[in-house]
């Protein structure tokens, strides 16, 4: 069966950066890319952007242009999305989601705090 | 941007009574494909977000067959035939044909 496996809880300063990672299994994973979205507290749900398993185009949120990198390890079946420059109010639960528009399946999200 | 804006954005609902929330778009979904991208998920409490209805009325395999969602253009709606005490959570619609994809603000489902 599907699944998306992400990588732990973080807890970050403001100016630091994080790498959050959604491990795939249960199916071909260069054939559907990687999409991140995020919620903060209490919030609603803000896409982030996609990234391609097959060849690493990408596409981001203008708001996340130039603080945001989204990658893919092939060999691994993982997705990557790192962020830099963190603020407080980067403060939320990152999910990992199949597919570049489907988001059939999700990861089971990443609470990433920033705090000082 | 796409705007997609929902309502009501708080439902009160009986069990066993159907219940609909409305999302609209600030411009057609119709993509140049000729497909509408426009999904329906559901969010429970402590989880994360699980896709119900694909491209406006495609139910997922493993949702039950009390949901649907309709609509074209830029007016959308999903329907709960008889709402059981399962459906409580907050219900988002999100539009996946014009970049950025957007998330309507969702509405809070509640007995």
């Known amino acids: 069966q599907v699944q998306l496996v992400q990588s732990e809880t973080e807890v970050k300063k403001p100016g630091a950066s994080v790498k959050v990672s959604c491990k795939a299994s249960g199916y071909t994973f260069s054939r559907y890319g990687i999409s991140w979205v995020r919620q903060a507290p209490g919030q609603g749900l803000e896409w982030m952007g996609w990234?391609?398993?097959?060849?690493?185009?990408?596409n981001y949120a203008q708001k996340f242009q130039g603080r945001v990198t989204m990658t893919t390890d092939t060999s691994t079946s993982t997705g990557y999305m790192e962020l830099r420059g963190l603020r407080s109010d980067d403060t939320a639960v990152y999910y990992c989601?199949?597919?570049?528009?489907?988001?059939?399946?999700w990861g089971q999200g990443t609470l990433v705090t920033v705090s000082s | 941007d796409v705007v997609m804006t929902q309502s009501p954005l708080s439902l009160p609902v009986t069990l066993g009574q159907p219940a609909s929330i409305s999302c609209r778009s600030s411009q057609s979904l119709v993509h140049s494909d000729r497909n509408t991208y426009l999904n329906w998920f559901q969010q429970r409490p402590g989880q994360s977000p699980r896709r119900l209805i694909y491209?406006?009325?495609n139910r997922d395999s493993r949702v039950p067959d009390r949901f649907s969602g309709s609509g074209s253009g830029t007016d959308f709606t999903l329907k709960i035939s008889r709402v059981e005490a399962e459906d409580v959570g907050v219900y988002y619609c999100?539009?996946?044909?014009?970049?950025?994809?957007?998330f309507g603000q969702g509405t809070k489902v509640e007995i």
């Open positions: 989601a199949r597919g570049l528009r489907d988001f059939e399946y």
């Open positions: 491209q406006v009325s």
């Open positions: 999100m539009q996946g044909t014009h970049w950025p994809w957007t």
């Open positions: 990234v391609s398993s097959y060849n690493d185009d990408t």
